[in-house]
């Protein structure tokens, strides 16, 4: 049994659906917050891809480019005194044709991430915990 806590849910953003499919964790918001501080508006995207495996990147918001092969799976309102903008966490179309009946909760552990993400230097990773959709 996952019991993986959700700090922070996302908003729905799939059409015709009612239930989110994305939270945070605690650590991975303060993480969130942490690298939001360093680098502006961020922008998640998990792509199921060979070099960064299954693990969800965090990019400054813009820098990574999505396009019809991308899902925006929900949006994370996290708003501060500096930035309004929603943190977008999309997924690729084809790994969400697999991942289509799993709610993904996304948490931080200690370790180095994809160079790409910005939370390498950090010494931590983020994770994605998951579980499938209630109907």
């Known amino acids: 049994m996952n019991d993986t806590v959700a700090a922070?849910?996302?908003t729905v953003t799939i059409e015709g659906e009612t239930e989110p499919r994305v939270a945070f964790t605690q650590e991975a918001?303060?993480?969130?917050?942490?690298?939001?501080?360093?680098?502006?508006?961020?922008?998640?995207?998990q792509?199921?891809?060979c070099c960064d495996g299954s693990s969800p990147m965090c990019y400054p918001l813009g820098d990574f480019i999505t396009s019809d092969a991308d899902v925006l799976l929900g949006e994370f309102a996290v708003?501060?005194?500096?930035?309004?903008?929603?943190?977008?966490?999309?997924?690729?179309?084809?790994?969400?044709?697999?991942?289509?009946?799993t709610f993904l909760t996304v948490d931080v552990v200690p370790g180095r991430g994809s160079g790409f993400s910005l939370e390498a230097p950090e010494g931590k990773r983020f994770?994605?915990?998951?579980r499938l959709m209630e109907s």
């Open 8 to 10: 922070l849910t996302a």
């Open 29 to 45: 918001l303060e993480l969130v917050l942490q690298l939001r501080d360093q680098h502006g508006p961020l922008m998640f995207h």
């Open 47 to 49: 792509s199921g891809g």
């Open 79 to 101: 708003a501060s005194d500096t930035d309004s903008l929603p943190i977008p966490f999309y997924m690729s179309t084809e790994q969400f044709a697999y991942w289509k009946h």
């Open 127 to 130: 994770l994605i915990r998951s």
